[in-house]
């Protein structure tokens, strides 16, 4: 899990439903959050605004990490034979991608415009 192999068979959607939906969202998390967490720290260390690149370039990693697991979702969803859940796992990380890319988009323009 989590090696290059099995990464290419998420975003190719040859998993499940589920392994796709929550290894991929919530792995997607527990790598970003922490990372998330020590740049925080170590940004103090910057001169005022130097963060600023930083956290772009995190956010857009982040961001085309997200989109890359929603597709996985998407394709996975479109062979599965699962009932209505596989939707509402598209659905959810259509939303989880969407918020995502507003993240990046505010962090590197300053301004929210929803």
């Known amino acids: 899990?989590?090696?290059p192999p099995w990464l290419r068979d998420l975003v190719a959607g040859r998993l499940t439903v589920g392994e796709t939906f929550w290894a991929g969202h919530l792995?997607?998390?527990f790598v970003c959050?922490?990372?998330?967490?020590?740049?925080?720290?170590?940004?103090r260390a910057l001169p005022p605004g130097g963060g600023l690149a930083v956290m772009g370039i995190f956010t857009t990693l982040q961001s085309v990490l997200s989109v890359l697991v929603t597709l996985g979702v998407i394709r996975s969803a479109w062979t599965s034979r699962t009932r209505g859940w596989r939707w509402v796992a598209v659905i959810f990380s259509l939303i989880f991608s969407a918020a995502s890319v507003l993240i990046c988009a505010v962090t590197w323009t300053g301004e929210y415009t929803g």
């Open 1 to 3: 899990m989590f090696r």
């Open 33 to 43: 959050v922490p990372t998330w967490f020590i740049l925080m720290i170590a940004i």
């Open 27 to 29: 792995g997607l998390e």
